[in-house]
């Protein structure tokens, strides 16, 4: 209630259904489309109803035949031998490992940073959550189960994950009070920039025992400037994106293959 308080302190209104139905109309959401969504509660001000009250509407705006689809991550569940904010003494490692849980679609918690909507939406009813133990994808409509079946273990952001299937579906990126620091898109398109493999690794059921798996993957956002990519996407696509102002941030809504191959050729380029 702390954002209430502030608003009520400062003479502000809520963010109702109605408001948040025109917003979406405005950004071009339709029925059938494909969304990828990253959002913010706190860039709405208070949005009565909160993370349900969004994700319904948004469902409603897209109808049986649109899919929504949000990323899911828990890479809280990567080996601690691998954790850079901040790494964790050696001698902790074993402890962490031996009391670590495995990965579960169902009950794996996503982590804290993605936030309030996703921890809401990954436990929808019906909605479909990928098998990768770090970089799952949580999906509902008439696709969602194509989206994030079949999730490898390798390249888990790559060419065959949800990801690629969801910039073949022509889906559109929706940013609700977000930036480009969570448009995890960006991340398809480093996987062309010939960087050289490394190896990470997490706990999974196999035949119902917890097991330690490792898989290949690509260093991810070491050049943290997706706030530049941001920058100069906008300013080259200008007129094919959909803006509107929050009451404290931004939306925005745009095509995920401009995007992706934007940032393609950005990091061929810069490597």
Same mark, same amino acid.
């Given at each position: 209630?702390?954002?209430? /308080?502030?608003?009520?302190?400062?003479?502000?209104?809520?963010? +109702?259904?109605?408001?948040?139905?025109?917003?979406?109309?405005?950004?071009?959401?339709?029925?059938?489309?494909?969304? =990828?969504?990253?959002?913010?509660?706190?860039?709405?001000?208070?949005? =009565?109803?909160?993370?349900?009250?969004?994700?319904?509407?948004?469902?409603?705006?897209?109808?049986? /035949?649109?899919?929504?689809?949000?990323?899911?991550?828990?890479?809280? &569940?990567?080996?601690?031998?691998?954790?850079?904010?901040? *790494?964790?003494?050696? #001698?902790?490692?074993?402890?962490?490992?031996?009391?670590?849980?495995?990965?579960?679609?169902?009950?794996?918690?996503?982590?804290?940073?993605?936030?309030?909507?996703?921890?809401?939406?990954? $436990?929808?009813?019906?909605?479909?959550?990928?098998?990768?133990?770090?970089?799952?994808?949580?999906? +509902?409509?008439? !696709?969602?189960?194509?989206?994030?079946?079949?999730?490898?273990? #390798?390249?888990?952001?790559?060419?065959?994950? *949800?990801?690629?299937?969801?910039?073949?579906?022509?889906?559109?990126?929706?940013?609700?009070?977000?930036?480009?620091?969570?448009?995890?898109?960006?991340?398809?398109?480093?996987?062309?920039? &010939? $960087?050289?493999?490394?190896?990470?690794?997490? *706990?999974?059921?196999? !035949?119902?025992?917890?097991?330690?798996?490792?898989?290949?993957?690509? #260093?991810? !956002? =070491?050049? !943290?400037?997706?706030? #530049?990519?941001?920058?100069?996407?906008?300013?080259?696509?200008?007129?094919? =994106?959909?803006?509107?102002?929050?009451?404290?941030?931004?939306? +925005?809504?745009?095509?995920?293959?401009?995007?992706?191959?934007?940032?393609?050729? +950005?990091?061929?380029?810069?490597?």
């Amino acid at each position: 209630m702390e954002n209430l /308080e502030t608003m009520i302190q400062k003479g502000q209104k809520p963010y +109702y259904r109605p408001d948040l139905e025109r917003l979406l109309n405005n950004l071009g959401v339709t029925a059938g489309d494909t969304l =990828i969504l990253h959002t913010s509660l706190k860039s709405f001000g208070y949005l =009565i109803g909160g993370a349900a009250m969004l994700i319904d509407t948004v469902l409603n705006c897209i109808g049986p /035949e649109g899919t929504l689809v949000m990323p899911s991550q828990s890479v809280n &569940n990567m080996n601690p031998k691998f954790w850079q904010y901040p *790494p964790v003494p050696q #001698d902790w490692h074993d402890d962490i490992r031996e009391t670590m849980l495995p990965y579960d679609p169902q009950r794996t918690p996503v982590d804290d940073a993605l936030g309030a909507v996703v921890a809401y939406f990954y $436990r929808y009813p019906n909605v479909h959550r990928s098998a990768h133990p770090l970089y799952s994808f949580c999906a +509902y409509g008439r !696709d969602a189960e194509k989206i994030v079946e079949n999730h490898p273990l #390798d390249y888990g952001l790559g060419t065959e994950s *949800p990801l690629q299937k969801l910039y073949d579906a022509g889906a559109k990126i929706l940013m609700l009070g977000t930036t480009f620091e969570t448009n995890t898109s960006l991340h398809l398109a480093e996987y062309f920039a &010939n $960087r050289p493999d490394i190896e990470e690794s997490a *706990p999974v059921l196999v !035949d119902g025992k917890k097991q330690w798996v490792s898989f290949k993957n690509v #260093d991810l !956002d =070491i050049f !943290d400037d997706f706030l #530049d990519v941001q920058k100069e996407f906008f300013q080259k696509y200008a007129d094919q =994106i959909k803006q509107c102002s929050l009451p404290s941030g931004e939306a +925005y809504c745009f095509s995920m293959r401009d995007c992706v191959d934007f940032a393609k050729a +950005y990091y061929q380029v810069k490597g």
